[in-house]
């Protein structure tokens, strides 16, 4: 018998009638259903044309049949490539000039779109709601069974594009065995079981809400609520039917802002998880003072799925992502793959069969990310403490070089958000004719808060080393962020490029 992602959730879910999803408004859906649904539509797939190996191109909003969309490209052995739906047309071009899918699967009111850069005969369309579309009218007919392809572990189950802020984006090429054996990891540091039920309000294009948070639920056969997007309404009224929720820093900060977050509804939570940015301490603190429970804080990528886990049992320190998970081996080295002593800043790097194979035809790029031992240079900067817990300290391309030092913006940032009135900060470097990068930070102040750049700058008077001070300070009402709530500091970078010109 075939052992793949899609065998082992089969094997993981004998009970049909046993409660999958909950969509609001709509009548919860059973494994069964999913089963039957994903079987019709993997018909529909083949029908036009997808054998094993072959790309399936999605861009749709996400519902419950989105998600059977990838069940059933797991059933057929295609090659899921799920899309961001804020990408514009150009950049889906560059996406299917690149992968070569054989269908694409988007919105109706999208198709338009997708036809002016790939053939309309080879366009299927999934509505908003997920009720129809030529996708779901070709699925009403087909059979609601399906023979899955008899795939491997190494067989490849997903490319997910990189968010190409360095350069052209690459396909992380993600295998069946790199999803299952992540998501058995999360289940038994997590201690997921049947008994839970996830409050599910992420996006279902990127790691964290497809493979993370679905395919931990599909293996370890719990259920989801499942919230087409964030709404601090619906998360408020669906917390105390959930025992787990997922979410990244913004979900937290928004829910912190709701007078109707307490302990009485979050009493059912056994487990708050973030990802995808980094957490702020004081939103840890003020998340435990309010609720009574302590955020896990976990660290992963598109290329890895997740490293490292703060403790389920034990301490989850504020500020760190933990320990790494049950099979992966992580490192601090320098730049030539070295390990660094104890306590010093160095690139982290990590192996396990989590890890990706590599870049959807970009040979070099491959070849340049890994160690001649297999371990991958994920690009992170971190440290990692006494007591093992490893810190992020920031992106290798993050770090700011003036007049010759290096200086980790995150160790900036920390100081400046510890700051009275400060909300968040961002700190980049900028090209500056003296000292080669300047030092300079975007802050958003509290609400109420009346604060100046002098302000801030006679604040940290003092507190750094003169080269890591910044040089300007600039008062933001928001920062910019994408989809996952990640701050994106290329786009400042490239809006202030010429602020010491």
């Known amino acids: 018998m075939a052992d793949n992602l899609f065998s082992r959730i089969v094997q993981a879910n004998p009970d049909p009638e046993r409660n999958f999803i909950s969509p609001p408004g709509r009548t919860p859906l059973s494994y069964g259903d999913a089963f039957a649904l994903g079987a019709r539509i993997a018909h529909v797939l083949t029908r036009h044309g997808t054998q094993p190996g072959d790309r399936v191109a999605v861009q749709v909003e996400k519902s419950p049949e989105a998600l059977f969309l990838y069940l059933a490209c797991l059933q057929v052995g295609a090659i899921y490539l799920p899309l961001n739906t804020d990408y514009t047309a150009g950049e889906l071009g560059y996406f299917a000039s ?59 189950a997903a490319i997910l594009y990189t968010s190409g802020t360095t350069g052209r984006s690459k396909g992380a090429m993600l295998s069946h065995g790199n999803l299952f054996s992540n998501a058995a990891s999360l289940i038994e540091a997590w201690q997921y079981s049947r008994n839970d039920v996830l409050l599910h309000a992420l996006p279902i294009f990127h790691t964290h809400g497809l493979f993370v948070a679905t395919n931990t639920t599909l293996l370890s056969s719990a259920s989801m609520i499942f919230l087409p997007k964030f709404n601090p309404d619906a998360m408020i009224a669906n917390l105390p039917g959930a ?12 829910l912190l802002s709701d007078a109707r977050l307490d302990k009485e509804t979050t009493r059912n939570i056994r487990l708050f998880i973030s990802g995808s940015a980094p957490l702020l301490a004081e939103t840890h603190s003020e998340w435990q003072a309010r ?119 995150k160790e900036v940032e920390s100081l400046i958000d510890s700051l009275p009135g400060i909300e968040e900060s961002a700190v980049v470097g900028l090209p500056h004719k003296d000292f080669g990068e300047g030092v300079t930070a975007f802050v958003i102040a509290k ?8 302000d801030i ?45």
């Not at 955020?295 to 504020?318: A, V």
């Not at 306590?343 to 790029?365: D, H, L, Q």
């Not at 040089?471 to 010429?498: C, D, F, H, W």
Request: with cysteine.
């Open 243 to 254: 025992s787990v929720m997922m979410g990244v820093p913004t979900f937290y900060t928004r």
């Open 98 to 156: 690149d992968a070569e899918p054989k269908v694409f699967i988007c919105s109706p009111k999208a198709q338009e779109k997708i036809a002016s850069f790939f053939p309309a005969d080879r366009i299927l369309t999934l509505s908003d709601d997920g009720k129809t579309g030529t996708l779901m009218e070709e699925a009403q007919s087909a059979p609601a069974q399906f023979s899955a392809a008899p795939l491997g572990m190494n067989d490849l």
């Open 447 to 454: 609400p109420g808060t009346s604060l100046t750049e002098a």
């Open 457 to 501: 700058m006679a604040m940290l008077n003092g507190q750094l080393a003169k080269f890591k001070l910044p040089k300007r300070v600039i008062i933001l009402p928001e920062l910019p962020r994408n989809t996952m709530g990640k701050v994106q500091k290329s786009l400042m970078r490239k809006e202030y490029g010429a602020l010491y010109a």
């Open 291 to 409: 609720t009574g429970h302590a955020i896990l804080e976990r660290y992963g990528m598109t290329e890895t799925n997740m490293n490292t886990s703060n403790p389920y049992d034990g301490i989850r320190r504020p500020g760190s992502v933990g320990f790494p998970l049950p099979g992966v081996e992580l490192r601090l080295a320098d730049a030539d793959g070295n390990r660094v002593a104890p306590g010093e800043i160095g690139m982290i790097e990590v192996r396990g069969p989590n890890v990706f194979s590599g870049y959807w035809r970009m040979a070099e790029k491959t070849t340049a990310a890994f160690r001649a031992d297999g371990f991958f240079i994920t690009g992170d900067l971190g440290t990692i403490d006494a007591d093992g817990y490893v810190h992020i300290v920031g992106r290798g391309n993050d770090m700011i070089i003036t007049g010759g030092f290096n200086v980790y913006p």
